[in-house]
Each structure stands twice: as C-alpha cells, then as structure tokens.
C-alpha cells in the first residue's frame, strides 16, 4: 500500500514539472500565427512582439526579413 501512494506521489510531481516546464517555454498563451496574436504588454517600449515560428518574441522595430521577396 505504500509503494501504491510513492508511485501516486510521484507521478503527481513528475506531472506537475512537466506541465510547468511547457508553460515557461512559451508552449501555451505566446502562441501566435500572425503578429496581432502577440500581446502588447510582454516587449519592452523599444521592441515589438512580433510572431516567428508560431511564437512571440521581442524584436526591434523596422528589422524585417522577407525570406521571398515578389
């Protein structure tokens, strides 16, 4: 009966680190599929959230690549 209660123990920890983890890699509210789907909050005055591979991050402003250009 121990054992069963280390195992729920552990798994409910190893569960919650996981969870964790996913949600200060950006895996959750930072996804984005285009640039207005970034909040304006998480850049600082001098950068803008930009959207780069399906997640936001800070950039600075003017700075854009066009990868194909027409």
């Known amino acids: 009966m121990a054992e069963i209660l280390k195992f ?3 798994m409910i920890i190893f569960l919650s680190s ?3 983890s996913e949600s200060l890699n950006g895996h959750g509210k930072d996804r984005c ?3 207005s789907d ?3 909050y998480m850049c600082p ?3 803008v959230a ?3 591979k ?3 991050s ?3 402003p003017g700075l854009q690549i066009q990868l194909n250009p027409k």
């Open 33 to 35: 599929f285009k640039d």
């Open 50 to 52: 930009k959207c780069i």
């Open 8 to 10: 729920v123990c552990f």
């Open 45 to 47: 005055s001098s950068l």
């Open 58 to 60: 800070c950039r600075k």
């Open 54 to 56: 399906k997640l936001c």
């Open 38 to 40: 970034c909040p304006k």
């Open 18 to 20: 996981f969870i964790v």
